[in-house]
C-alpha cells in the first residue's frame, strides 16, 4: 500500500498517491441511461440515514445535511509518514488533511437539481460551517468542495452528496487562478472575475440565470459543452464571506441552472461541480472571486467529450461546440423540474 504525495517535477505540482482507495465500494446504478433510483431510501446504501458504513459506525437519522469523515480518504490523518525518502530529484511527503463527505439530503432519490431553495440554502450554509472549521486547521492551506454526478465521471454511489478535500496543499487549478487574479488586480485595480461578469453581461448571449446578488453563465473561453459558472456578484475569496441573502440568491441560480441542465435531455446531467476558493496559505487573495463551476462531459446523451491528445497530451481544450449555442440551448429549458410535473 502507498499512501503520500509525490511531487511532480514538471507540471510543479502534488500528485496524490493513495493506492489504498483502489478497494473503496462501487454503489453505481445500472450503466447507461442516467435513470435516477427509484427508492427514497436504499438498505443498501452507506450514506442513507440510519445504515452502517464500511468503517462499522452508522449513520444517525439525520433529517437535512449529514457530514462526516470520509471512509475511504485521500487525504486524512491516519496517512502514514513516508518511510522511504526518494531518489535523486524526486520529493515525496504525508498525505495530510482530511476529506469529507457531505449528504444533502436523506432521500436516496433526489439530486441536488431536485431539492427545494430551501434545502439548497441550508447546503450551502453548512459547506460554510465546513470550510470555516477545516480552513483553521494549520496543515491545511486549501480547501476543496465538489460533486461528481452521474456513472460518466465515476460517482460510486448515486445518494446526492459531496466531498471536501482539505488539503495541506492548493489545488494546481486555483493557483492558477489565484495567480491571474492577483496579476489582474495589480495591473487594473479591478478583481477579473468581476470583469468577467461584466462581459458575459455586456453580451448576455451566454447567461444562463441572474438574480440581485448572483449570475449563472457559459463563459466565452467554455471548455466543455454546457459548462457553467455560478457566482456571486460580490467579491468574496471563499463562501464564508457570503451574507444570508447572498447565499439565498445563490442557492437560487444554482438550483435554476441545474434544473435547465437536467430538462435538456430529460435525464439527471451528469457533471462535475467545484467550489472555487482562495488558497489558504496566507497569501493576499483580495483578487480571488469565489465561484463555482460546473463541467459537463456529455456533448449530447450518450455522447462523451474524451479527453485525449490535445487535453491529456497537450493540456489544452478543444471545445467542438460553441458556448453560444449551448447557453441557447439551457435557456429554452423549463424552469420547473421535468421529474416534478409528472415526466418519465
Ligand atoms: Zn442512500
Ligand atoms: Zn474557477
Redesign the pocket.
Known amino acids: 500500500m502507498v499512501w503520500e504525495e509525490r511531487w511532480h517535477p514538471l507540471r510543479r505540482e502534488w500528485v496524490v498517491i493513495s493506492s489504498h482507495r483502489d478497494r473503496r465500494p462501487w454503489q453505481g446504478e445500472t450503466v447507461g441511461d442516467g435513470t435516477p433510483p427509484g427508492v427514497a431510501y436504499d438498505a443498501g446504501c452507506y450514506l442513507c440515514p440510519g445504515n452502517a458504513r464500511v468503517s462499522g459506525q452508522r449513520n444517525p437519522a439525520y433529517r437535512g445535511v449529514f457530514a462526516f469523515d470520509n471512509d475511504h480518504p485521500c487525504v486524512g490523518p491516519s496517512a502514514p509518514e513516508p518511510s522511504l525518502l526518494p531518489p535523486g530529484v524526486y520529493r515525496n511527503r504525508r498525505a495530510e488533511g482530511l476529506s469529507r463527505v457531505v449528504c444533502y439530503s436523506p432521500r436516496h432519490d433526489l439530486s441536488l437539481a431536485e431539492l427545494s431553495h430551501a434545502e439548497i440554502v441550508n447546503l450551502l450554509v453548512a459547506l460554510r460551517e465546513e470550510f470555516r472549521e477545516l480552513g483553521s486547521r494549520p496543515e491545511v492551506r486549501h480547501v476543496l468542495m465538489f460533486e461528481n454526478k452521474g456513472e460518466v465521471v465515476g460517482v460510486s454511489n448515486p445518494h446526492p452528496h459531496c466531498q471536501v478535500y482539505a488539503t495541506n496543499f492548493v489545488f494546481r487549478?486555483i493557483e492558477l487562478?489565484a495567480e491571474a487574479s492577483a496579476s489582474h488586480l495589480a495591473e487594473h485595480g479591478r478583481v477579473l472575475f468581476g470583469d468577467i461578469i461584466a462581459a458575459e453581461e455586456g453580451d448576455g448571449r451566454r447567461v444562463l440565470a441572474s438574480n440581485g446578488q448572483a449570475i449563472a453563465f457559459v463563459p466565452y473561453f467554455a471548455r466543455y459543452a454546457y459548462e457553467t459558472?455560478i457566482a456571486p456578484r460580490a467579491t468574496h475569496a471563499n463562501i464564508t464571506g457570503l451574507s444570508a441573502s447572498e447565499i439565498s440568491d445563490l442557492a437560487r441560480v444554482l438550483g435554476e441552472t441545474l434544473v435547465r441542465m437536467d430538462n435538456l435531455w430529460r435525464m439527471p446531467f451528469p457533471y462535475v461541480m467545484a467550489l472555487?476558493q482562495a488558497p489558504l496559505d496566507g497569501a493576499d487573495h483580495r483578487g480571488f472571486h469565489f465561484?463555482i463551476?460546473i463541467h459537463t462531459p456529455l456533448r449530447k446523451p450518450g455522447l462523451l467529450k474524451y479527453l485525449a491528445g490535445p487535453e491529456i497530451g497537450g493540456g489544452n481544450f478543444l471545445n467542438d461546440t460553441a458556448p453560444e449555442d449551448k447557453a441557447a440551448e439551457l435557456r429554452a429549458t423549463p424552469m420547473t423540474h421535468y421529474r416534478a410535473t409528472g415526466g418519465t
Do not use: I
Open positions: 487549478t487562478e459558472f472555487h465561484h463551476e
